[in-house]
């Protein structure tokens, strides 16, 4: 079995604050791992980053260069089975931000059916933070990309579309909500925990 996890949640959730906790975790108790992040996560696929956070594409394209980058990452690693793969963010970003309309959500869960069963995500952690912390968050970051500034004003309609996914099978993942208004601590010690429970480490 191939172990692959993935990290999503709404901007000032936490994240990235997780995936560092995670990081450390993982090095510290030898536990072979690969990290990438979506859109990019290999040196070629940056330059479809910088295009995405750089442009003014209508949504569909936005869907069609999100899920090009994300079958060409999958296609260029090199999976093992002793070694568990982390991705900052996946498919249900993808869903969330971009899934505006129900057509733009069909397209998006055809697409999803496309990846092979074996490369989706065994735990999906899911950090939901309320609109009250994101706020007190936003004031102490001094940057933002396009992305931050476009999707800040649609937050109960992304909170909207993850909650969805919740209820969404995907192949045999699970998918875990983890309460992002806690401390960073606490939230770490919760996601460590499901990987046990889920005997991924």
């Known amino acids: 079995m191939i172990k692959i996890i993935s990290l999503e949640g709404f901007e000032y959730s936490g994240k990235s604050t997780q ?22 996560g290999l040196k070629n696929l940056e330059k479809i980053r910088k295009v995405l956070l750089n ?6 394209s936005l869907i069609l260069f999100f899920f090009a980058s994300r079958f060409e990452l999958l ?14 963010r996946y498919f ?44 007190e968050r936003k004031k102490t970051r001094s940057f933002q990309n396009k992305f931050d ?19 969404t099978n995907i192949g045999n993942r699970k998918f875990i909500k983890i309460d992002a208004n806690k401390s960073k601590d606490q939230i770490h010690t919760d996601i460590v925990n499901h990987l046990k429970l889920c005997k991924l480490i």
């Open 19 to 40: 995936i560092n906790l995670l990081k450390r975790y993982l090095k510290k108790n030898k536990i072979k791992s690969e990290f990438k992040r979506e859109p990019g």
């Open 75 to 88: 296609s260029k690693i090199n999976f093992q089975k002793d070694k568990l793969y982390i991705f900052d």
């Open 92 to 135: 249900d970003s993808t869903y969330a931000y971009q899934g505006n309309t129900k057509s733009d959500k069909n397209l998006i869960k055809y697409l999803i059916k496309l990846i092979k069963k074996e490369l989706l995500p065994n735990v999906t952690f899911y950090l939901d933070i309320n609109n009250k912390t994101l706020l």
């Open 149 to 167: 500034r476009i999707y800040s004003k649609k937050f109960l309609t992304i909170k909207k579309n993850y909650n969805e996914l919740i209820k």
């Open 55 to 60: 442009s003014n594409l209508n949504n569909q």
